[in-house]
């Protein structure tokens, strides 16, 4: 399994923007669909967005337009870029690995990381 650890989460303002990543080990990177997800206080844990090994990236309506994942490989390294954000964006975000060519739901993806903070205020 690949080791994935995400980053860049904080405290913004509605309509600030902010870039998370996520760091993977492991040489197989390129392999790997990437999702994000996110999960509010008392809330199930959402798809936000993910990205193919071809790159092609999908996205949950509630980000569809605001939200963009890329890729490095040479990096090992996924991003998703958060413009326009919403107090309803508040939620812990995690990254995640999946050997699935078209991974949506949390069940696709084998390998989580930790998770980052990211907090909009109104």
């Known amino acids: 399994q690949v080791q994935l650890g995400e980053s860049g989460g904080g405290l913004v303002q509605a309509g600030d923007s902010l870039r998370l990543s996520c760091a993977a080990s492991?040489?197989?990177?390129?392999?790997?669909?990437m999702g994000w997800f996110r999960q509010a206080p008392g809330k199930e844990r959402e798809f936000v967005a993910a990205i193919t090994r071809i790159s092609t990236t999908y996205y949950a309506d509630s980000v569809k337009g605001r939200f963009t994942a890329s890729r490095d490989n040479a990096k090992n390294t996924v991003y998703l870029q958060m413009n326009s954000l919403k107090p309803e964006d508040t939620a812990v975000y995690y990254c995640?690995?999946?050997?699935?060519?078209?991974?949506?739901?949390?069940?696709?993806?084998?390998?989580w990381g930790q998770g980052t903070q990211v907090t909009v205020s109104s």
């Open positions: 995640a690995a999946s050997t699935s060519y078209h991974p949506v739901v949390a069940a696709d993806f084998g390998s």
């Open positions: 492991g040489r197989t990177f390129s392999t790997y669909a």
